[in-house]
């Protein structure tokens, strides 16, 4: 009991909440007691102990023991502008002095909400002038589920109604969000929604042998048109896929890819659904990874970087063609949520969009910080565990292999249990970089306002934690 009152007198402590008086141990034995943690395996966890951090400024974070490590994940792929962001932090402070709250039901709207709607609508490709709010990317994809089906209904196609997901997509964790994915994990515990198909994804890795990445492109975009006619076109209602696959493991679509997804899904006329929750927001080197990828989908998934995570929000921006059905012929559209237009969570999202274009980070991922970083990661292809690593903005992953091979394809994989992704990615802690190990696939995805100077530490402290891993398995 005097721990957890010093634990609890610590959160209201500012020194002590910043890490400097914590007693690590007794936060890890208070953790493990009462907080679930997601994706986790609690038995495990409490064998070791959660890392408690305690603090972040620019593109690093300080832990409980002391540690200072650089963010090579931003948050979870969110904090696009970086710890520490003063103007933020006052943005919310003012805006829960004014008004902490007030809900968008009932003919009712917010300053913030309203602006960051109509700055969403500029920043958006073009044919986006509606946006739909939520707190999260999974409640996001939930909406999305409702509108496309809600769409289908009102044009009088009752029977449009199975969206197509891909296999190790991510699309959130609830009911819906899951379902949409394809995490083999995540399906395996049940629960999913029916009217929902997966497709292969397009990782030229595991199935483009023989093939050009341009041929393999084509190929992996026409499983599309075999699953639709499988379905029958009649029952199909939407295509979803992140422009770039993140928690997937950043597999990076070749260039064929999505123009011919977007010309499959024009022949039949199914919706088009970009899961943006990582690549909106500058990450891919353009405010939105569509634009990249050269497509136009209808409605677009966002959440993470609109406000780095500050606070949670999420949203779908919708396109013309949805929304000329939904709000000229819908009437009542019977979804919504306590904190859709969150004004705390819109003026953050507002100040943190403000950093983003005053700063231009986006230039600055696109031609150069981004091209740096590739050039810098790429050449880390040298190294003798290291095959094929591959960056597009700011996600950049590669593959740690037994042998190494000219083609992606004929390298040699470690064994699924030998483990080495984990191995990796302590040693990479321990050289004060956060990666993330999906699988033996070594990922980052840092902070969009990382220098080159800091990129350099980042592939240093990368290469370091690779030799590492390197002397474990010798
Ligand atoms: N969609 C994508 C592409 C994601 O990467 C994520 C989260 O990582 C989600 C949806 C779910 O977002 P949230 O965790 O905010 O519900």
């Known amino acids: 009991n005097t721990t957890r009152e010093a634990i609890m007198a610590a959160i209201s402590d500012t020194k002590s909440a910043a890490g400097q008086d914590v007693d690590t141990a007794a936060v890890r034995k208070l953790d493990s007691a009462h907080f679930i943690h997601p994706f986790t395996d609690h038995a495990a966890l409490a064998d070791k102990g959660a890392r408690v951090m305690v603090r972040g400024e620019g593109v690093y974070l300080w832990d409980s023991d002391g540690n200072k490590i650089m963010d090579g994940m931003s948050g979870l792929w969110c904090v696009n502008v970086g710890y520490g962001r003063t103007s933020i932090s006052q943005a919310v402070y003012r805006q829960m002095e004014t008004l902490p709250f007030y809900n968008s039901f009932f003919n009712t709207t917010n300053l913030p909400a309203v602006q960051l709607a109509t700055l969403l609508a500029d920043l958006a490709p073009p044919s986006f002038k509606h946006v ?47 379902a949409l994915g394809g995490m083999s994990g995540m399906h395996a515990q049940g629960g999913m929604i029916p009217g929902v198909a997966h497709i292969g994804q397009p990782n030229y890795a595991e199935s483009g042998r023989g093939m050009t990445e341009a041929e393999f492109g084509i190929v992996a975009a026409g499983w599309l048109e075999e699953k639709i006619l499988e379905l029958g076109p009649e029952k199909v209602a939407a295509f979803i896929g992140e422009p770039v696959q993140g928690a997937g493991g950043v597999i990076i679509p070749p260039s064929t890819y999505w123009p011919e997804i977007q010309r499959i899904c024009d022949k039949y006329e199914i919706l088009l659904i970009a899961d943006e929750v990582i690549t909106g927001f500058g990450r891919l080197g353009a405010m939105f990874g569509s634009e990249l990828m050269q497509i136009k989908p209808d409605l677009i998934t966002f959440a993470k970087g609109v406000t780095s995570g500050y606070v949670p929000l999420g949203g779908v921006l919708v396109g013309s063609r949805v929304a000329s059905v939904l709000i000229d012929k819908g009437g009542d559209f019977n979804h919504g949520f306590t904190y859709s237009g969150h004004p705390v969570s819109c003026a953050a999202a507002l100040e943190n969009l403000r950093i983003i274009q005053d700063e231009k980070l986006v230039s600055a991922v696109a031609v150069d910080t981004g091209p740096y970083l590739r050039q810098a990661f790429c050449a880390l292809a040298s190294h003798p565990l290291v095959s094929h690593p591959d960056a597009c903005g700011f996600v950049a992953g590669l593959n740690l292999v037994k042998k190494k091979a000219d083609a992606v394809y004929d390298c040699e994989p470690f064994g699924s249990d030998d483990g080495v992704g984990m191995i990796c990615r302590g040693h990479m802690f321990n050289n004060g970089i956060i990666m993330r190990a999906v699988g033996d696939r070594m990922i980052i995805a840092p902070p969009l306002v990382m220098t080159k100077v800091q990129i350099d530490e980042m592939v240093g402290r990368i290469r370091d934690a690779l030799d590492a891993t390197l002397a474990d398995l010798r």
């Open 132 to 178: 739909f709010f939520t707190s999260s990317g999974s409640e996001a994809n939930d909406t999305n589920v409702r509108m496309v089906r809600r769409y289908w209904d009102l044009l009088g196609y009752k029977d449009r109604h199975t969206i197509i997901g891909r296999i190790n997509g991510y699309h959130g964790s609830t009911v819906a969000g899951a």
